[in-house]
Nanobody
């Protein structure tokens, strides 16, 4: 599967953004999907994941209650609604996919396919 993330931009703290990840291929619905982010000088970190049925949703503690992950398998699209954004949310956001729902869903190593990343900048 090929992935392409979009929807990043610059917002002030407290604002909202919605990221999209378009997937190619007829089997998009069979992939477990995730969002990760990477700030300058930091390691790539887990944000959220969603299983191929739309269930099995987990969030990083830092975004819980503010971000919502969802998917529309009919449109081959993964979404991340980000509300109440904070300056510490500034990072390049990546979507990722894997054929399996792995127990280590929070690890970048659990995903075989990656999009190119989209920049999110939150100013105070």
């Amino acid at each position: 599967v090929q992935l392409q993330a979009s929807g990043g931009g610059s917002v002030q703290a407290g604002g909202s953004l919605r990221l999209s990840c378009a997937g190619s291929g007829r089997t998009f619905s069979r992939y477990s999907m995730g969002w990760f982010r990477q700030a300058p000088g930091k390691e790539r970190e887990f944000v959220a994941t969603i299983g191929w049925t739309g269930g099995r949703i987990y969030y990083a503690d830092s975004v819980k209650g503010r971000f919502t992950i969802s998917r529309d398998n009919a449109k081959n699209t993964l979404l991340l609604q980000m509300n109440s954004l904070k300056p510490e949310d500034t990072a390049v956001y990546y979507c990722a996919a894997d054929e399996w729902d792995r127990d280590d869903y929070y690890s970048p190593n659990a995903y075989n396919y990656w999009g190119q990343g989209t920049q999110v900048t939150v100013s105070s």
